[in-house]
C-alpha cells in the first residue's frame, strides 16, 4: 500500500517569504505525484503533477516541486508567498495505470501581512 | 469546457435516513472516482468506475454504494445514515489514454452533507 507523509500541520508564512511544504512518499516504484490545493468550501485544484521526465516541476500560481527518487520525496515550493496563497494543500501519489489517489494529511498555509 | 459537477453542493439529512449524491464528470471523461473528506481522516477514497463497471473500492462499509450510468454520469449513495458519515464528498473524473490513465484527476466541488 501506498502511503503520503505531509511534514507539518500548519505552515505560516509572511508575505513575500517562500514557501515550503514537505511530501514524502513510500512506494516501490515510483508513482505519478500531485500537488492540490483547496480554498475553503471549495473542492481539490491541481497545482502541478509528475508522471515522467524532467524531475523539476512548475505549476500554477508560481509553485513548483522536485520529484527526489533517492529521497521518495515531492516537496512544494514558491519564491513569494502572495496573500492568495492562504489555503489547505495536499500531496497525492497514485500508481501507474491506477486511478486511485492517495492523498497526505494536508498542510494549511497560512500567510502573514 | 464544463468542470465536474456536483449536486446538491449541502444537504442535511438526520440518522438512520439514506442520501444519494449526483456527479456529472468532465465531457469525454469516462473514469469517475468518489472520495470522502473529513476533519480527522483526511480523503479517504470510495470508489472509482469507469465504463458503468466498479474497478476499485476503498475500506467503506457496505452502507456506501455507487454506480455509474452509460453517459458517464455517477451517483453514489449512502444509506442507514450515521453521525460519522457527516463529510464533504468529492467526485472526480479522469481523463483516459489508450495505455492506462496518464493524466490527473479533476475535481468537482464537492457535496457537504450534515447528518443530525
Known amino acids: ?113 | 469546457k464544463a468542470g465536474v459537477t456536483q449536486t446538491p453542493r449541502y444537504l442535511i439529512k438526520t440518522r438512520g435516513q439514506q442520501v444519494t449524491l449526483s456527479c456529472s464528470p468532465i465531457s469525454g471523461h469516462r473514469s469517475v472516482s468518489w472520495y470522502q473528506q473529513t476533519p480527522g481522516q483526511g480523503l479517504q477514497f470510495l470508489f472509482e468506475y469507469f465504463s458503468e463497471t466498479q474497478r476499485n473500492k476503498g475500506n467503506f462499509p457496505g452502507r456506501f454504494s455507487g454506480r455509474q450510468f452509460s453517459n458517464s454520469r455517477s451517483e453514489m449513495n449512502v444509506s442507514t445514515l450515521e453521525l460519522g458519515d457527516s463529510a464533504l464528498y468529492l467526485c472526480a473524473s479522469g481523463p483516459l489514454s489508450a495505455g492506462g490513465p496518464t493524466g490527473e484527476l479533476f475535481f468537482g466541488e464537492g457535496s457537504r452533507l450534515t447528518v443530525l
Open chain 1, 1 to 113: 500500500a501506498q502511503s503520503v507523509t505531509q511534514l507539518g500541520s500548519h505552515v505560516s508564512v509572511s508575505e513575500g517569504a517562500l514557501v515550503l511544504l514537505r511530501c514524502n512518499y513510500s512506494s516501490s516504484v515510483p508513482p505519478y505525484l500531485f500537488w492540490y490545493v483547496q480554498y475553503p468550501n471549495q473542492g481539490l485544484q491541481l497545482l502541478l503533477k509528475y508522471t515522467t521526465g524532467a524531475t523539476l516541476v512548475k505549476g500554477i500560481n508560481g509553485f513548483e516541486a522536485e520529484f527526489k527518487k533517492s529521497e521518495t520525496s515531492f516537496h512544494l515550493t514558491k519564491p513569494s508567498a502572495h496573500m492568495s496563497d492562504a489555503a489547505e494543500y495536499f500531496c497525492a501519489v497514485r500508481r501507474i495505470n491506477d486511478y486511485k489517489l492517495s492523498f497526505g494529511a494536508g498542510t494549511t498555509v497560512t500567510v502573514r501581512a
